[in-house]
């Protein structure tokens, strides 16, 4: 909805955190009139400074769904919240921030979304697109709210209305933005169209919030709806889309009959569009058979875009990895440390430890999502000299790979570095790669990737 539309309507903002405040500070902007509701009774400082005119309600149960035309709500509150599924079944319109962006947005959009590598890809699109002098916003679940991204309506480039890539010329000069969505933000997606969007892969995550992984699955692949090009992972059939069209991309780190593959050319492993070499994994800087499925997606996204081969190959190229995803942390005693804090369910943990160089000491635990742990089990067996088990979900990873490794228990993250430190020996690596989420006793998987990195260090000190 635009802010002409909204400007006719009573509207509620759900949720006050980080992205309801970029929703308020949006319509605020747009003298747009809204209410507030949150799980607290009453606003925080931060809510009330952004406030002004809006009205505070005091908590989600106290709501009553008649009052409003639209509410937009956070991506941390549930669809299947008691006072959502109320206003739903009473006629009121529930739309997300993306839908916000997707009323106004001008300029070519990337949509990324999977169950990991989310973040990885999209920094990995935004830095080739920035090396080849491309106007770009990386936003989303990735970090700054899509709305905070938007020009001011005080700008003289900004226009109401969805951008058409079909109708308006190539522009090597117009804004990108790449947008990393989560599954909870594609739940009240309806108006984006993106220039490109994929679904990188599928594993299971979040199942406290959806009934089975083909629920979770059906809501990621929503990404596609509208899209221009749609790209698919060959090698993972949840994420394909109903219907393989004329433009459909399809990428794959197994099968080289893919537009986008890896393919083996004098003896060496290379990543190419259709039969045209871009880079060698060797070039590649981050490590790990699921960063070259990362890079192909990159390339195929990035496709509808025209850039040259080389082009391409300077980005990729030049790409260093993220912070909390497997970075390299030190080096101490001829033992790597290792922080992939990012990694939140038992995908990318898998991933991580196979993407190590030597033995693992696996750091692990947290909020488990009500996932099973047992796909970890055979290469915790293969990979994994010792793990070491934290946080809330802990007794259930021990019960899951008991007599896989050696188990050990700790209640803080300086202990797991402590013990790791006895444990691993020259070659080894110290993984942190939760499988879990951090809230059980973080704030966030970035403050448990920091005390990791501040603890590694205190220990090498």
Not at 137 to 165: F, M, R, W, Y
Not at 220 to 231: I, M, Q, T
Not at 339 to 362: E, F, H, R
Request: proline residues 4%; negative net charge.
């Amino acid at each position: 909805m635009t802010p002409q539309e909204l400007s006719q309507l009573r509207v509620l903002v759900v949720g006050a955190g980080v992205t309801g405040a970029s929703v308020m500070r949006y319509l605020l902007a747009n003298d747009v009139a809204f209410d507030v509701t949150d799980g607290n009774a009453t606003p925080s400082d931060k809510v009330r400074q952004l406030l002004n005119e809006g009205a505070y309600v005091a908590g989600l149960d106290e709501v009553n769904p008649s009052n409003y035309d639209v509410m937009v709500l956070s991506p941390g509150i549930p669809r299947a919240h008691p006072m959502i599924k109320a206003a739903l079944a009473a006629g009121v319109s529930v739309i997300g921030d993306i839908e916000l962006f997707a009323s106004v947005v001008k300029g070519d959009v990337i949509a990324i979304t999977g169950s990991n590598g989310k973040s990885t890809v999209a920094s990995m699109a935004a830095h080739v697109l920035k090396q080849c002098g491309r106007q770009v916003e990386l936003c989303g679940n990735i970090g700054t709210a899509v709305l905070d991204v938007l020009p001011k309506p005080t700008d003289s480039n900004t226009e109401v209305g969805q951008h058409s890539h079909r109708n308006q010329e190539k522009n090597s000069n117009a804004m990108v933005y790449v947008l990393e969505l989560s599954s909870y933000q594609l739940e009240s997606l309806q108006r984006l169209s993106p220039l490109s969007a994929v679904v990188l892969n599928i594993s299971e995550d979040h199942l406290d919030r959806y009934d089975s992984i083909e629920h979770y699955a059906a809501v990621k692949r929503h990404v596609y709806s509208n899209a221009n090009y749609l790209v698919a992972n060959a090698d993972d059939e949840r994420t394909h889309p109903e219907a393989n069209t004329n433009n459909t991309l399809w990428f794959s780190s197994t099968n080289e009959k893919a537009k986008f593959s890896l393919k083996n050319l004098a003896n060496q492993q290379v990543l190419c569009v259709d039969d045209q070499a871009v880079i060698t994994t060797d070039d590649l800087q981050v490590p790990g058979e699921h960063n070259v499925a990362n890079a192909l997606a990159v390339m195929a996204l990035l496709h509808p875009l025209q850039l040259t081969l080389k082009q391409l190959k300077l980005g990729l190229s030049s790409f260093h990895g993220l912070e909390h995803r497997t970075q390299l942390v030190a080096e101490v005693n001829g033992v790597r440390w290792y922080n992939d804090s990012k990694g939140t369910n038992v995908d990318a943990c898998i991933k991580a430890i196979q993407a190590m160089p030597g033995a693992v000491v696996l750091i692990a635990g947290g909020q488990g999502k009500g996932v099973d742990f047992a796909p970890l089990r055979p290469v915790v067996s293969e990979r994994v000299k010792a793990v070491v088990l934290m946080g809330e979900d802990a007794p259930k990873l021990r019960a899951t790979l008991e007599g896989a490794s050696e188990l050990f228990d700790v209640s803080s993250m300086h202990e797991a570095v402590e013990l790791s430190k006895q444990l691993a020996e020259n070659g080894d690596v110290v993984l942190l790669s939760p499988a879990c989420a951090s809230f059980d006793m973080f704030e966030n998987y970035q403050a448990r990737g920091r005390l990791f990195c501040e603890s590694v260090e205190q220990a090498a000190a």
